[in-house]
């Protein structure tokens, strides 16, 4: 792993990948979930007297800010009432693409929140003489059967729902891993504001099998309904 300094402010994207701008992001992001959420929500549908009725279960879906859905003004086709299964749909698709499903059950409104995350895998990260932060040798591939001392994890966060939202690291592995190995620390941390950055150091990491080792960065919050989801991901990929 060599040992390259990256700057924090660039480190949004992953090196030799296109970048997209925000706004062309954004709209492709804003029509996948138009486009799933219609597909979820028909496969769920089930017809029943609430739906003979025209009572509507989802009045409007917003990505982030932005209204893509309004029963009164578009189709409610595949939205109308089936018996509670719109807002379970609505969890699942939150759920498959990794964002925060906001349900206000007065207004019938649904809310996907795509928080921006930028994670990198690193060899160090800390303070230098200027205290300033410092990143150094960034990774994405490992040895099978190479173990590290400890890596640590950078995580930039924007865009969240609120202040004041708990993180935690998870790491996924392909195979068993025995007690105290990928232990992260620290266990938790808590944002003060809607965005940040965080640093997580994961000890005692063995990268015993071949495959993928998944870096999740998991958040926890009032619009969250005070359980984690998966915002995030980073992969490591250990290689024979």
């Given amino acids: 792993m060599e040992a390259d300094e990256v700057n924090p402010r660039q480190t949004r994207f992953e090196a030799g990948a296109p ?42 879906i917003r990505v982030n800010d932005e209204t893509v859905y309004d029963a009164k003004s578009g189709s409610s086709a595949f939205i109308a009432s089936f018996g509670g299964q719109a807002r379970y749909a609505l969890q699942q698709l939150a759920a498959f693409l990794g964002v925060i499903f906001d349900w206000d059950p007065a207004t019938k409104e649904a809310r996907f929140i795509k928080p921006e995350v930028s994670l ?38 924007n865009n969240l729902p609120e202040a004041n ?19 992260v620390v620290p266990g938790t941390v808590r944002l003060p504001e809607r965005g940040g950055w965080i ?42």
């Fill in 199 to 240: 640093v997580f150091e994961v000890k005692n990491a063995r990268f015993g099998d071949p495959g993928s080792y998944r870096l999740q960065l998991q958040v926890k919050g009032k619009a969250t309904g005070d359980r984690y989801v998966t915002v995030g991901e980073k992969t490591i990929v250990a290689t024979r």
């Fill in 19 to 60: 970048e997209r701008s925000r706004s062309s992001w954004s709209r492709g992001f804003r029509r996948g979930i138009v486009a799933l959420g219609i597909v979820v929500l028909a496969a769920s549908f089930r017809p029943g007297p609430a739906s003979a009725a025209g009572e509507i279960d989802v009045s409007r």
């Fill in 120 to 157: 990198l895998a690193l060899s160090y990260a800390g303070k230098n003489d200027q205290g300033a932060l410092s990143l150094y040798g960034p990774f994405s591939l490992v040895k099978a059967g190479e173990r590290l001392e400890r890596f640590f994890v950078y995580a930039e966060v």
């Fill in 165 to 183: 939202m708990d993180f935690r690291l998870v790491v996924d592995a392909p195979g068993r891993t025995a007690a105290g190995e990928f232990a």
